[in-house]
């Protein structure tokens, strides 16, 4: 059966196009909520499978996209107060029991946060945010500071300013003008595209991140937040979780942002994602869930699963150490080049290209370890304390972590990115947090390590001229030492591993 496509009435009368779909048995029943600005029609087989277990199901456009009136402005504005009248909506519904389960992922997740936390209104019965995209200011930068320039480039060209989507927006674009990332300053590069798109610039401007987990600390609702390991958003999916006020659970496997990219179909470590979520809600809604916060690690190549605590440093029921690989030892991180480099922002270090350039003069500083002589388990957040010179008085520091195997085939395996103020020529202390690792490594793997002073296009340039980097139209190199001693990559290594079940320890 076809879902029911009808018309919810937003406070201000913006009518919210609203697909409908109802079990087969007699109602009255729970439902699920998911609003979306990616075409409410992109969830029918997902309402299929909610309707199926159970939930009436609903799916809406977020006012201003595809089927729905008004204007949409990402973040802005609207989506907690829409959000909030169609929870209203569906509890007057006869086939409504009066529970609500508010859900979704990326820019969807969001919008049931938003919904849930909105003020003055009862808001859903429990939520499940996966992959969250929590807000402008941690969609465009790094938590420490850098500007995600790719993502949101892309992100903006296929969405930005317009009624539906064109996801192959910014491939024509560059098909057209290859060097379109380069232009200067940020702020205008998206006046080469083919489209006027004015919120582009306004994107930059909000540097508060923080808003909505902070409100989530006040919740009492259940909730559930799923995230990848190789998901950009991973460390505020972690931070959703870990402060929030009510029963909260974490499911972080080894996905990226679509939630695919992890274990082989039929591997131990796989997960029914749409069966686990109306279990959980099932749990929540019956008040089944336990106090507190539980939380689940998948790690990638093994399949396996293992707990995490609030901390996430310390998987319950394990041993977690830091394994600590010091640059420039025989037993570490053995310096193979570029102890001294140029960071130049007109040939930066690209984060597309895993392969490293031979020849002077050195654009990163590179190191790498023995092959391990055993697998190893890695369940944690890792970091990279450096001990550093810059001859500019603002510098980022980008470590990237790649996995070669034994044949030598290069993975990436973590990535983090900072930004510092120092006195020009003083070393200083910067201390790079490389994301949340779920891991398993073979034996033979090796191990290299490359800081270097871009990440481009992933991250927009350090002009090193002091000047904002999305609004700089002038470029200056920067030389830079890495100094071995006090330098370590920090691993969480995993000991004594106890596998569990990612679904019922998900769900009690």
């Known amino acids: ?25 007699p109602g009255p029943h729970p ?79 969001y919008c049931a946060l938003a919904a849930a936390l909105c003020p003055g209104a009862p808001g859903p019965d429990a939520v499940i945010a996966a992959v969250p995209a929590l807000g402008l200011a941690e969609t465009a930068r790094e938590p420490t500071g850098p500007e995600r320039l790719w993502a949101r480039l892309g992100w903006w060209a296929a969405h930005g300013d317009r009624r539906d989507s064109a996801p192959d927006a910014l491939a024509h674009a560059l098909a057209r003008d290859p060097r379109l990332p380069e232009h200067l300053p940020v702020t205008r590069i998206a006046d080469r595209l083919d489209r006027p798109l004015p919120s582009w610039p306004a994107l930059w401007e909000d540097c508060r991140r923080g808003r909505l987990v902070a409100h989530g600390s006040a919740a009492r609702l259940p909730l559930l937040a799923v995230g990848g390991t190789r998901d950009p958003f991973a460390e505020d999916t972690v931070a959703l979780w870990r ?28 997960v029914d994602l749409g069966a686990l979520y109306a279990r959980w809600a099932r749990a929540a809604l019956d008040g089944q869930l336990g ?36 640059f420039g030892a025989a037993n570490g991180l053995r310096l193979l080049a ?9 040939r930066p270090v690209r984060s597309d290209e895993l392969t490293v350039p031979r020849g002077a003069p050195a654009d990163r500083c590179l190191l790498a370890t023995p092959p391990l002589p055993r697998p190893l388990d890695l369940a944690g957040p890792a970091e990279a304390r450096l001990t550093v010179v810059a001859d500019t008085p603002r510098a980022d520091w980008a470590v990237r972590l790649v ?85 370590a990559l920090h691993l969480p290594v995993a000991g004594r591993p106890r596998p569990v079940d990612p679904v019922p320890e998900t769900c009690r």
């Open 1 to 25: 059966m076809s879902p029911a496509t009808t018309r919810v009435t937003a406070p201000d009368g913006t009518a919210l196009a609203t697909d409908l779909h109802l079990p087969a048995t």
């Open 31 to 109: 439902a699920v909520l998911v609003r979306t600005p990616y075409d409410r029609r992109a969830h029918r087989a997902e309402l299929r499978g909610w309707a199926e277990r159970g939930f009436a199901a609903v799916a809406q456009d977020v006012r201003g996209r595809h089927g729905s009136a008004g204007e949409w402005h990402p973040y802005r504005d609207h989506e907690a107060e829409d959000g909030a009248a169609t929870l209203d909506w569906i509890r007057a519904q006869p086939w409504s029991d009066g529970r609500v389960v508010a859900a979704g992922a990326s820019y969807a997740a």
């Open 243 to 270: 402060g929030w006020g009510g029963p909260a659970r974490l499911l972080l496997g080894p996905w990226g942002h679509t939630l695919t990219a992890g274990t082989r179909p039929g591997a131990p470590g796989r």
């Open 291 to 326: 106090p507190g916060r539980r939380g689940v690690i998948g790690l990638a190549e093994s399949g396996r699963w293992h707990h995490l605590t609030d901390s996430v440093t310390r998987p319950e029921g394990q041993e977690v150490a830091a394994s600590v690989w010091p």
């Open 338 to 346: 570029g102890a001294e480099f140029t960071a130049d922002p007109d």
């Open 403 to 487: 996995a070669l195997d034994p044949a030598g085939r290069a993975g990436p395996l973590a990535f983090g990115i900072v930004r510092r103020d120092a006195p020009p020529g003083t070393p200083h202390p910067v201390t790079v947090p490389l994301g949340t690792l779920g891991r398993t490594l073979a034996a033979g793997t090796t191990l290299r390590v490359e800081v270097a002073g871009h990440h481009f296009p992933a991250h927009a340039r350090n002009p090193h001229t002091g000047e904002d980097p999305v609004t700089a139209t002038r470029l200056a190199a920067s030389r830079r030492t890495v100094r071995t001693e006090g330098s």
